[in-house]
């Protein structure tokens, strides 16, 4: 299932991050992260783990994954 555009990628190369370092800070898989990007859906619960890997709060989400959220 398609969840659609998101800034998953941009944001984690803009900070240098790799798909492995995302995935350990986030407590998911480099496979999740690189479905993801490509656009695959996810759990929420994936979605919150990677928001606050990235640094961002959870009132930031549209920023990484926009309206689908």
């Known amino acids: ?3 659609g555009k ?3 990628k941009k944001i984690r190369e803009q900070l240098l991050m790799s ?4 995935a350990r800070k986030a407590g998911v898989s ?10 695959k859906s996810c759990r929420m619960e994936t979605k919150r783990k990677i928001i606050l890997a990235l ?4 009132e930031e ?3 990484i994954f ?3 959220f």
């Open 1 to 3: 299932m398609l969840m």
């Open 61 to 63: 989400k549209d920023k």
């Open 30 to 39: 480099p496979l999740t992260i690189d479905r993801i990007e490509g656009g």
């Open 19 to 22: 798909k492995a370092e995302l």
């Open 66 to 68: 926009g309206e689908d």
């Open 6 to 8: 998101n800034s998953l």
């Open 55 to 58: 640094g961002y709060s959870l």
